[in-house]
Each structure stands twice: as structure tokens, then as C-alpha cells.
């Protein structure tokens, strides 16, 4: 079984630039998740699909960042513009089920954004 | 406030030893409690899940423990590797309409051969 892939790996911007985060979740989840981990820290949830409705994007910074899963599948995180606090490693995630559900969340290997 | 407390913050022990890592939560209401395991530049990795009646669920050298009356769990690893070494964060969920998953902060476990 193929795992959450998120692309791409690594990306160094400069401030007030456009950044954009692709993730294709493992098939057949309908979960898909949008984290922001910091140094140390664990990850916060920006945003929480189920299929391709946002259930939940209560802490996602709507002047400057939107995501869009079109087709309930694979989905895309923008940061337009990028400020200097945006530089952190943005987590995917997708489960089989609901947020409080048994179904673990499986993790992509996230993107290192630093904003220089 | 739901919130998921963690300890000790950092750890360092020579391979082989045993080491236990604390979390305590005031999430409610609670669904269950996973331990995941985020190896450097990787992201985090299902170990145990524990639900309301599960006291303990171990995973190889991995045992986790639950006491949902205190809200306390630990992660007891046994005869620690150099693959031990990374984070380990405490997940717990709730079963509120906003179906929350809190995350801890983590504890780093450095292993020193």
C-alpha cells in the first residue's frame, strides 16, 4: 500500500512570495488532513477534509492561506503571501474515518518551508 | 480547554536501558489515545491506540498504559535500540461534534550506544 506522498520535499521562498503543498492521501481515505508543526513542537491542525467538503478550517489563517481537495482526493495547501512565521514543516494526513475515530492517521513526510 | 501535556520534554539514555514517557490530558470527551513515533525529518508513525477500557496495549518493546480516572498514559519502552531514538508524541481524540484530535508537544528520546 502506497503511503500519503506530499511534494515537494523542500521549499525555500522569500518573504511575500506564493508557495503552494501537494498531497496525494493513501487511496480510499476519505480523511485528509492539513498540519503546521514548528521545532519541537507537535503538529496544529490547519484544515480537515472529509471527502471534499472542509469540516473543519476553524484555525487556518484565511487572509493568506486556502486549500482546495477537489474530487474528495488528492488536495493542495497555498500560502500567498508567505510571512517569515509561516517557515515550518506542513504535515498531510489521511484516515479511513472520522476525526474521533479508531482509524490512525497516516502521515506524509511533510514540507520544509523556510521563508527567508 | 482540551489540552495534552507531555514529559519529560527531552530524554537521553544509553541503548539498552528502559525509559518511561508521561502524558496527561483533560480532553473531553474522550474517545481514545494513540502514541506515535516521528523519526527525524519523517512524519509521525501510529504505535498503540488505547480506547476508554484499555488499561494496557504493547506493540514489541512497546508498551503503553492507560488510567482514563486520571487521564494519565505512559509509553514504556523496554531493552532501548539507536532506531529508538525520535519523537514521541500522545494523540488523544474526542468525541465532541468537532471530533478534535489533540496533539502534545512530544518528547525527544536521544539513545546513546
Known amino acids: 500500500e502506497a503511503g500519503v506522498v506530499q511534494s515537494p520535499r523542500y521549499k525555500i521562498i522569500e518573504k511575500k512570495q506564493p508557495v503552494a503543498f501537494w498531497c496525494n492521501p493513501i487511496?480510499?481515505?476519505?480523511?485528509l488532513y492539513w498540519y503546521r508543526q514548528n521545532l519541537g513542537q507537535g503538529p496544529e491542525l490547519l484544515i480537515r477534509y472529509e471527502n471534499e467538503e472542509a469540516v473543519d478550517d476553524s484555525q487556518l489563517p484565511k487572509d493568506r492561506f486556502s486549500a482546495e481537495r477537489l474530487k474528495g482526493v488528492d488536495s493542495t495547501l497555498k500560502i500567498q503571501p508567505a510571512e517569515l512565521g509561516d517557515s515550518a514543516v506542513y504535515l498531510c494526513?489521511?484516515?479511513?474515518?472520522?476525526?474521533?475515530?479508531?482509524?490512525?492517521?497516516?502521515f506524509g513526510n511533510g514540507t520544509r518551508l523556510t521563508v527567508t | 480547554k482540551n489540552q495534552v501535556e507531555q514529559s519529560p520534554q527531552s530524554l537521553i539514555i544509553l541503548e539498552g536501558k528502559n525509559c518511561t514517557l508521561q502524558?496527561?490530558?483533560?480532553?473531553?470527551?474522550?474517545?481514545?489515545l494513540r502514541w506515535y513515533k516521528q523519526d527525524t525529518g519523517r512524519g509521525p508513525v501510529s504505535l498503540t491506540i488505547m480506547t476508554f477500557s484499555e488499561n494496557t496495549k504493547s506493540n514489541g518493546r512497546y508498551t503503553a498504559t492507560l488510567d482514563a480516572d486520571t487521564k494519565q498514559s505512559s509509553l514504556h519502552i523496554t531493552a532501548s535500540q539507536l532506531s529508538d531514538s525520535a519523537s514521541y508524541i500522545c494523540?488523544?481524540?474526542?468525541?465532541?461534534?468537532?471530533?478534535?484530535?489533540?496533539f502534545g508537544s512530544g518528547t525527544r528520546l536521544s539513545i546513546r550506544p
Open positions: 494526513a489521511s484516515s479511513l474515518g472520522a476525526g474521533n475515530s479508531n482509524s490512525p492517521l497516516h
Open positions: 502524558c496527561n490530558y483533560t480532553v473531553s470527551p474522550f474517545s481514545n
Open positions: 494523540v488523544v481524540s474526542s468525541y465532541s461534534s468537532a471530533s478534535k484530535i489533540i
Open positions: 487511496s480510499g481515505h476519505n480523511t
